[in-house]
């Protein structure tokens, strides 16, 4: 798993392009000088974000941007929402996801995807977004998002681990030992406005792809985890099990529903397949 600067980014997706994957999903990384408790820099139009997505729209037009809303990049606490007595505000951070949403939509994106698991922020992005004229802009919603252990190598990468310390952000992630949880998540999200939902954690979570699909005649995503690929890699790498097992990991996924899969294995999913 590789962090990418403003440049080295292009090269990454000249190769993509030649493997005809045409979608990426984007999150940043940013100096900790610039974060703060209420995520501000979430809301700068000339932030690293904004900047990337308008650079790679000039360049590349035809790739299709995937951004992702949320404020723990961007908070010294590494929570997703901004903390009042040690506890996220749904509201208060509704208002900011508001902002950044139409930030993002501004400097070009394609999908608005939400991951802060915040109740009632679909429908107060969509609302801004049309407000705005942004109807096309396809709102991706991280509808079944769980509080999971899968997350680990992600984090660090970002640097979110070390803000969040021992903290956890079970109040607004989704338990793992609960599925009606998901489907009522989803329900609302797409009564609020959702084109796609999201389910992740990827395989540990199977069976609410599949719940998901079932319920709901709406496109379904599923998200294979830093922590998924690096069991499979590091798996492969000690000859444990063959590289095969990754193609058979993701085929799991469409047998289950999903519609689309977002891998860290998708530049390399053509040479397994021939």
Request: charged letters at 25%.
């Amino acid at each position: 798993i590789n962090r990418y600067g403003q440049d080295s980014i292009f090269s990454e997706i000249e190769e993509l392009l030649e493997h005809d994957i045409n979608t990426i999903a984007l999150f940043p990384v940013i100096n900790d000088s610039k974060k703060n408790s209420t995520g501000d820099e979430a809301i700068n139009a000339s932030n690293l974000m904004c900047e990337t997505i308008s650079n790679i729209k000039k360049r590349f037009p035809e790739i299709i941007l995937i951004s992702d809303v949320a404020l723990d990049p961007y908070t010294d606490h590494g929570h997703d929402g901004i903390l009042k007595n040690d506890y996220v505000d749904n509201d208060e951070t509704l208002a900011v996801l508001r902002k950044q949403s139409l930030t993002l939509a501004q400097a070009g994106t394609d999908i608005i995807a939400p991951s802060d698991m915040m109740d009632g922020r679909i429908g107060s992005i969509r609302e801004a977004l049309d407000e705005m004229d942004y109807k096309n802009t396809i709102l991706l919603s991280y509808a079944a998002k769980y509080n999971s252990k899968f997350y680990g190598p992600f984090r660090d990468a970002v640097n979110s681990a070390s803000s969040l310390g021992k903290s956890s952000k079970s109040s607004y992630q989704m338990s793992p030992k609960n599925i009606n949880e998901a489907l009522h998540e989803v329900a609302m999200d797409i009564n609020e406005g959702a084109d796609i939902v999201m389910v992740k954690p990827g395989m540990p979570y199977l069976d609410i792809i599949k719940t998901v699909k079932d319920n709901f005649k709406i496109p379904v995503l599923a998200y294979q985890v830093s922590g998924e690929y690096s069991l499979l890699s590091n798996s492969i790498k000690k000859g444990l099990i063959d590289e095969s097992s990754v193609l058979e990991s993701l085929i799991s996924f469409k047998r289950a529903g999903a519609n689309a899969i977002v891998s860290y294995y998708a530049d390399r999913i053509e040479d397994l397949i021939k």
